[in-house]
């Protein structure tokens, strides 16, 4: 009963998005109580979709999914279109924690907005837009609406990155550096959008409709040539990684955090940012069609994971560090989703099914560290937020001895800093060792097995890395001695700050253990055995027992918890006892590793160089075409026609006798012509 | 009867002065008296034909013609007063203002 | 549903009359009253777009028909011919639409304002002549009337360089016109040479019903002289250098209804005129007219990057966006030629979205230079490099500006996706066809290209630090009416953005009824 209204979550904030935009200034808050309104009663919508949909025939032994939809449009030739939502397990897990999040965001930033005034509006708005364009990305039908809806967000993130970007707080050169970033990261992710858009010029080719019920359906799979499809997931790859900031579009998203912290939060670490991985979870059934494909996407997410873990090793800017952070553990998740869509696609093809069920643990691992991710990922954010609203910096140099002045702060930031370094227990611990587990078990099988092996390795070094940068950021900034900015901070933060805190760190602490009470019979995809329909959900799962098992007897992850704590003892040397000086290892900031790390790895001048020669040098080139070749051309053919009069002028000396003269000559001649044709011709 | 060449010889010989004087004089009063003799050279020629042929066509062109001649020299007469009213001459050589 | 009513009046003759009454009326009001002028010409241009729009909603187009003998002399017969079609009727939609707004945006207009809606309403006349006329000689006067009240709109309304630029504007696509003409006369009379005992007649149906016993050659000879004309209207790249130059020094006015409806012209006649009466000759020029669409969309992208004059890159992003509209009709012909049994719904698809991208172009890029037009005489100049950090001052020219570049740039959710959607998809299925489909990447090589220049641009303008190159002190923002013409639009695009049925449903009653070349 309340599954039919799915399309209502996303439409709710849209409504109030024109409402504040409309209205807002006129409204409590500049339109935040609004804005609070509308998240929570897409909030209220979800739970009671999801529950309905848990409780109902299709997830308890159906077809794991209901989806309706009316006609957008058609082509001719057969090609429909259509408007809808799609209900499974991957949309609830979703739509939980999206709208839950954003709901705790939202009432966070009536404390850290409160000195925008009129601006307010304008944030308000565009945050519910942006609510509006995730909540249709996870419920949406079919890929043409996930493309609008992901666009959609791609714009919010564009105004909101750049809320600064005239009139900034700070000054002229702050209001730059965000206008700037905002270009990149709508140009970079842009880049990803446009291969998407490929991606479903494809599929609509080859399966003429894009609404997922009949993409995935596994007669018209076979019915596709191979390699269609295998193009098609190399496209929809390629949005993935502009999206969720994989290596080699990753760099946007650093320079995003010019964007105010609640929006750095939202979007560019809970739930925006998600979306990539998200389509490549539900896009699954079309990538398991091809086993390289996937090894390309897991070795993506390797090299995703330790170059950015590696640039969050020096950085001094707490939201950079943290921004670092969501690069690498996203890296995580498309790694563990390349490893479970290689084990399936080998499982598939062999029928194998243990092995198709190693790779839907695969699966689950990379969803499940999604949803952890959001949670202490959010957490995380809104503490820094909380820090830099309270000092006014984000340099953590600066900072330091913050913890007695910020305690609720310091506490659910230091569960947050726990839970991303897989401390054990925390949430992060479950999803992580279950993402590395995965990916060791697929470099057992295939051709290109070994290569999981190398992508592992790179994980539990980057698993090392994140505890380590982890707490460095934790110690920089609440123990050790008092910095400049914290002997000027306010103190502890307002509670409409500090209460989304508490709430968050209790998911940031807890959310792993859903794990051990069904979560992963939610958050997994099998073939049916019988249909080869591809199942999200299994609605059972394999419970605690299981998974504790699991995880204890396996030696890898006691390797990875000793290597978690080794990185935060490190840390805690380093900077909170000073005992070891990092400046140690690399030559007080002169080794040349350091520097590279600096320059983050020199992506953002290969950015330049790209733009700069093969955008505005080419442009130049045409420009210089157009004025002189082409436009040349043209003014050249006028000027030789005004040119040739004005030599053929001088015929006309104003002097009537020569005209006369002229005249007769002519007659003359023509007359001589005519009588000396008419003899030749024998007349007369 | 007089044969027709002779009509025919004079009036090309008066057409031929005409020419010569409207290429060689310089003071404009002349040239248009010597246009006047190229048109009567022509009128001569369609009165001889209308003549010879028992036709009553050439003598209406040649009232015609005369009709038009008169209205030629009296646009040119103007044309020329006002010319020497501003350059105080009529000689056609100094009046070159209409070239490029 | 206003059937019964529209079966008594000859409406079609009333919005060529409306206009024609419009310019008459303004031209005569010189003196104290010119400044009234503007409420006559929005009350002629709203009673047309009232029209316009009753339009839309007749049900049996059948009825849209009117002919009226004009000359029948010597072995000619020449008609006065109105008809519509779901093409007809979005142009002549939009046409109705755009004058009636440049009208309201023009309200400040203080230099003889009644010779500017003179024009405006002389324009219109013309606009709604080419759109419906189904008469070739007809069709082709109409097409010299929107030619010369534009001339004199830039070389009186212009910019410094407005002398130049009108006449380059005149003459080029005059001699464009010409050579349309003798394309013309060669198809009405091989039309009759190939039929013995049949006069001359000028009539769309008339050559159309020939047009099957044409020769080869003539066709494919035939068809490049109609294609240059047409192409230079669009404009396509190399024939194209008129197009900045004229919109550089136009008044937005005339700017709006130049790069609005009166470049769709051209691509109007490529699928009315050169399609129907010459299709041997469209599909052998099939890969040439590709190759042109193509070079459009690059070059016309990369063109617009390097500009420094904002009013000067939206002009060369019109270049791009019609070089969509090109690719369209280019991978119609494509898939007819190349597939192995080319279905004919499938062959619909590139003239389907060609035609929504000449609505959804028309309507964005009135946005746009109506902002580039605020620009100049607001802040008196339009060159990127002066401005900057301007959204802190001038929040809603800032707001309009963007959802222009925006909805240009082919945001989803704005009309102009939908239109470059579905163009590259029926090139994807034509390309599929030919094999090739690397040539896709030129397509999403432009899109990438359009964010890029248009994001970079409104970098530059709205955001970063405020400028102090020039004086804001005095600058205002939007006025009312100039704000009212925006919102509408903006709505517009938004509204068929969202659901781009709302056009897409006039174009596929017209392309079921279309006759593709070669199927």
């Not at chain 1, 204890?552 to 000086?581: D, E, R």
């Not at chain 3, 198809?187 to 020939?210: K, L, Q, R, Y």
């Not at chain 3, 992208?301 to 939206?314: E, F, G, H, R, S």
């Amino acid at each position: 009963m309340f599954i039919e209204y799915t399309w209502l979550i996303p439409v709710i904030p849209l409504i109030f998005f024109v409402i504040i935009g409309l209205t807002g200034n006129k409204t409590p808050k500049e339109g935040g109580i609004i804005a609070i309104i509308g998240a929570l009663a897409s909030l209220v919508l979800s739970v009671l979709v999801v529950y309905e949909f848990l409780t109902g025939p299709a997830y308890n032994g159906g077809v794991g999914y209901v989806t309706d939809a009316v006609t957008w449009f058609s082509i001719p030739g057969g090609f429909t279109l259509t408007l809808g939502y799609y209900v499974d397990g991957l949309t609830c897990v979703m739509l939980m924690f999206s709208s839950l999040i954003s709901l705790l965001i939202f009432i966070y930033s009536i404390g850290y907005m409160h000195d925008q005034g009129k601006r307010n509006r304008r944030y308000f708005a565009e945050v519910s837009l942006f609510l509006a364009g995730m909540l249709g990305l996870i419920i949406s039908n079919n890929y043409l609406m996930t493309f609008v809806f992901w666009e959609i967000m791609g714009l919010c993130s564009y105004l909101l990155i750049g809320f600064w970007s005239f009139r900034h707080p700070e000054g002229d050169v702050a209001s730059d550096n965000a206008a700037s970033a905002a270009k990149k990261a709508f140009i970079v992710t842009r880049l990803g959008d446009v291969s998407f858009m490929g991606g479903l010029f494809v599929l609509l080719y080859a399966f003429q409709s894009l609404d997922y019920v009949n993409l995935f359906d596994p007669a018209a799979i076979a019915a596709v040539d191979t390699n269609l499809i295998v193009l098609a997931t190399l496209l929809l790859f390629g949005g993935a990684i502009g999206k969720s900031a994989q290596f080699p579009l990753q760099d946007w998203l650093p320079d995003a955090m010019a964007g105010p912290t609640t929006v750095s939060a939202l979007i560019h670490a809970a739930t925006m940012v998600k979306a990539g991985v998200y389509l490549v979870a539900r896009s699954y059934p079309l990538f398991v069609q091809s086993a390289d494909v996937m090894l390309l996407v897991g070795l993506i997410g390797g090299i995703t994971a330790i170059l950015a873990a590696s640039m969050a090793l020096n950085n001094m800017n707490i939201k950079k560090v943290l921004a670092y952070s969501t690069i690498s553990q996203l890296g995580y998740m498309i790694m563990a989703l390349g490893a479970g869509g290689y084990m399936m696609a080998i499982g598939m093809k062999e029928g194998n099914t243990a092995l198709i069920a190693a790779g839907a643990a695969g699966y689950t691992a990379g969803v499940f560290h999604m949803f952890n991710h959001a949670f202490f990922k959010a957490l995380l954010f809104l503490g820094s937020g909380s820090v830099i609203h309270s000092c006014g910096t984000e340099d953590m140099r600066e900072m330091g001895g913050l913890g007695k002045k910020m305690k609720w702060t310091s506490i659910t930031m230091l569960i947050g800093s726990m839970s991303i370094a897989g401390f054990p227990f925390f949430s992060g611990f479950w999803s992580k060792d279950l993402v590395l587990e995965s990916v060791m078990k697929a470099s057992e099988f295939g051709p290109e097995g070994d290569i999981f092996m190398i992508i592992w390795i790179l994980g539990v070094v980057t698993a090392f890395m994140t505890a380590f940068y982890m707490f460095r950021m934790w110690y920089m900034t609440f123990a050790g001695p008092e910095g400049h900015a914290t002997e000027h901070s306010h103190g502890e933060s307002p509670s409409t700050m500090t209460v989304p805190l508490m709430l968050l760190s209790i998911f940031a602490f807890g959310s792993g253990f859903l794990i051990l009470f069904g979560l992963d019979g939610i958050i997994t995809i099998s073939p049916d055995s019988i249909t080869g329909a591809f199942i999200v959900g299994m609605h059972e799962g394999h419970g605690a027992v299981h998974y504790i098992e699991e995880l204890f007897t396996n030696p890898y992850t006691y390797l990875t918890i000793v290597l978690a704590l080794l990185g935060i003892y490190i840390a805690y040397l380093m900077y909170s006892k000073f005992s070891v000086n990092p400046g140690r290892f690399n030559r007080e900031g002169e080794s040349r590793l350091y520097k590279a790390l600096e320059k983050r790895w020199w992506f953002p001048q290969l950015y330049d160089w790209i733009s700069w020669k093969f955008g505005y040098g080419i442009a130049k080139g045409v420009d210089y075409f157009d004025r002189n070749v082409i436009d040349g051309t043209v003014n050249g053919l006028s000027g030789s026609v005004v040119g040739s009069g004005e030599s053929a002028k001088y015929v006309q000396t104003g002097n009537v006798g020569n005209y006369a003269s002229i005249v007769m000559i002519g007659v003359a001649a023509v007359f001589v012509a005519a009588l000396i044709l008419i003899y030749y011709m024998g007349g007369m | 009867m007089i044969p027709i060449e002779f009509f025919l010889m004079f009036s090309a010989i008066l057409f031929v002065i005409g020419i010569y004087g409207i290429m060689t004089k310089n003071n404009a009063i002349v040239v248009l008296m010597c246009i006047e003799l190229v048109l009567n050279a022509a009128n001569i020629n369609l009165v001889a034909f209308a003549a010879y042929n028992g036709d009553i066509m050439g003598q209406v062109f040649v009232v015609f013609t005369v009709a038009v001649a008169a209205c030629e020299v009296a646009v040119g007469i103007a044309i020329l007063l006002n010319a020497y009213k501003m350059k105080k001459t009529t000689v056609i050589d100094d009046l070159t203002e209409l070239r490029w | 549903m206003f059937d019964e009513i529209f079966a008594e009046i000859p409406i079609l003759i009333l919005l060529l009359v409306i206009p024609l009454v419009g310019a008459v009326a303004t031209l005569f009001m010189g003196g104290e009253r010119q400044k009234y002028a503007k409420y006559v010409a929005g009350a002629f241009s709203g009673v047309t777009l009232v029209l316009a729009i009753l339009l839309m909603f007749v049900d049996n187009t059948a009825l849209l028909s009117e002919n009226y003998l004009w000359i029948d002399a010597a072995n000619i017969r020449i008609s006065f011919i109105l008809e519509m079609d779901g093409l007809s009727l979005l142009m002549v939609l939009l046409t109705a639409l755009l004058v009636f707004l440049v009208v309201v945006f023009s309200a400040s207009e203080s230099d003889r304002p009644n010779y500017f809606h003179t024009l405006i309403m002389a324009m219109e006349l013309g606009l709604m002549g080419v759109y419906l006329s189904a008469d070739y000689f007809l069709f082709y006067i109409m097409w010299e009337v929107t030619l010369i009240p534009m001339y004199f709109m830039i070389s009186w309304y212009g910019g410094p360089r407005r002398h130049y630029a009108a006449i380059k504007f005149f003459i080029y696509t005059h001699i464009a016109s010409l050579v349309m003409l003798i394309g013309i006369f060669a198809v009405v009379f091989e039309a009759a040479a190939v039929n013995p005992g049949v006069i001359a007649d000028f009539s769309f149906a008339a050559v159309n019903a020939a047009s099957g016993s044409f020769g080869e050659v003539f066709q494919v000879l035939v068809f490049g002289l109609l294609f240059f004309g047409f192409a230079v209207k669009m404009p396509a790249v190399p024939f194209h250098t008129w197009l900045p130059d004229a919109h550089v020094e136009a008044p937005t006015g005339g700017s709006v209804l130049l790069a609005g409806v009166m470049l769709k012209m051209g691509s109007y006649g490529i699928i009315r005129v050169a399609l129907n009466a010459l299709p041997d000759g469209a599909i052998w020029w099939a890969e040439i007219i590709l190759v042109v669409a193509l070079i459009s969309i690059v070059y016309g992208a990369y063109a617009c990057i390097a500009q420094t004059d904002l009013k000067k890159m939206v002009a060369y992003s019109s270049i791009n966006h019609m070089g969509m509209v090109m690719l369209g009709i280019a991978a119609s012909l494509l898939y007819v030629k190349y597939a192995a049994s080319p279905d004919a719904s499938i062959a619909q698809i590139g003239i389907m979205f060609a035609v929504f991208q000449m609505f959804a172009h028309g309507l964005v890029t009135a946005v746009l230079f109506m902002v580039c037009g605020y620009t100049g005489h607001a802040l008196g100049t339009r060159e990127i490099p002066l401005l900057g950090g301007l959204a802190g001052k001038l929040p809603a020219y800032a707001t309009f500006m963007m959802v222009g570049f925006m909805a240009s740039l082919g945001l989803p959710g704005l009309v102009g996706f939908w239109g470059e959607f579905g163009v590259i998809f029926s090139f994807y299925v034509a390309a599929e066809a030919m094999g090739m489909i690397w040539l896709i990447v030129f397509c999403l090589l432009s899109i990438m290209l359009n964010a890029g220049f248009y994001i970079w641009a409104m970098q530059r303008t709205l955001f970063g630090r405020e400028t102090t190159k020039i004086d804001l002190s005095h600058v205002h923002d939007v006025s009312k009416a100039e704000g009212f013409a925006l919102a509408v639009l903006c709505v517009i695009i938004a509204l068929f953005g969202i659901w781009p049925d709302f056009a897409l449903g006039y174009i596929e009653t017209f392309v079921a009824n279309f006759a593709i070349p070669g199927v």
